[in-house]
């Protein structure tokens, strides 16, 4: 299984989005070329990529959304009687 190389270069950079998509890419091809010699078709794989990708965004953004929201609370448990 490829190796995914860590970045090299400050979140600032502004090629560092393609220099992570090529440092996946190779991962990515070997899923991707799994699931079409599992019997998937190419379209099927694709499809099943990237809702997983914008799954993963969409929890990702949640989680952090919940936790903003519910920063400021507090949960106060029963006192017993």
């Keep these: 299984m490829p190796k995914i190389a860590g970045p090299k ?3 600032s ?3 560092r989005e393609l ?3 090529e440092a996946i890419e190779a991962e990515f091809q070997s899923v991707a070329d799994r699931a079409y010699q599992a019997g998937w078709s190419r379209e099927e794989v694709a ?3 990237m809702e ?3 799954n993963n965004f969409l929890a990702m953004n949640s989680n952090a959304e919940m936790f903003e929201l519910g920063a400021g609370v507090v949960l106060l448990a029963r006192k017993p009687h």
């Design 9 to 11: 270069h400050p979140k």
């Design 13 to 15: 950079l502004s090629d």
């Design 19 to 21: 220099l992570y998509q």
């Design 47 to 49: 499809t099943a990529l």
């Design 52 to 54: 997983l990708a914008d």
